[in-house]
């Protein structure tokens, strides 16, 4: 069974603080990993996509992967109200078709 | 900015029925995915198109789920008949590219059966 495991949380992170989520995938042949951003009712969006390992930065998001860990993570700098939400881990474990298998989410919770 | 469109937004409908969903990909999209998000848990793939041709349906209950993509634009994802294990939210999204590329989900629709 492919598995991609996130802490469901809360995290609660005070605004202004980096907000580290955490990401595990049970596959060795993933290739594509993704973050979603998903808030209550709404619908998924896409906000980090990393293929490689090492480090990716966009804005106050970084997204990080160890392949060799099977871990990937996702760092918020200068974390925002507005950044509240949860956060859905998600990869594309390969083998010819290329749906995502997504983790439960974590719920980041921004204290004013 | 390019969207992927869906509709309806809202749907209720009572056990046994029949009920469809219908999305709009990103123009020039050709890789096309259902999902269904069930409440507190993360999206699982219902079926994937390229083009007009099914890539991967293994987790589509077929007995009373269809989906089709005709003319490799637009797709219908169907129910008949509904039951209450279907309620859920319906998601779909497009990539410009197979293979990894990143998918970009639609508004979405939530079902209620009752």
């Known amino acids: 069974q492919k598995e991609v495991e996130q802490n469901s949380g809360p995290l609660s992170v005070p605004e202004g603080a980096i907000a580290s989520l955490n990401c595990t995938y049970s596959d060795r042949v993933s290739q594509s990993f993704f973050w979603y951003r998903q808030y209550s009712g709404k619908s998924p969006e896409l906000i980090m996509s990393i293929y490689s390992n090492g480090d990716k930065e966009d804005g106050r998001f970084t997204a990080q992967l160890n392949k060799a860990s099977q871990y990937v993570s996702l760092l918020i700098r200068d974390s925002q109200p507005s950044d509240s939400a949860t956060y859905l881990c998600a990869v594309n474990m390969g083998g010819g078709a290329d749906g995502l298998t997504f983790g439960k989410g974590t719920h980041l919770i921004i204290q004013p | 900015e390019a969207e992927v469109a869906q509709s309806p937004r809202y749907k209720i409908t009572e056990k046994s029925q029949a009920v469809a969903f219908w999305c709009d990909p990103i123009s020039g999209h050709a890789t096309l995915y259902w999902y269904r998000q069930i409440l507190g848990q993360g999206p699982e793939l219902l079926v994937q198109f390229q083009d007009e041709s099914v890539v991967d349906d293994s987790q589509l209950p077929k007995d009373r789920f269809s989906a089709e993509r005709l003319k490799g634009v637009d797709s219908t994802l169907k129910i008949q008949p509904a039951e209450l294990g279907d309620s859920a939210m319906y998601l779909c999204?497009?990539?410009?590219?197979?293979?990894?590329?990143?998918?970009?989900f639609g508004p979405g629709t939530r079902l209620t059966v009752l």
């Open positions: 999204a497009s990539s410009l590219a197979r293979l990894g590329g990143e998918q970009f």
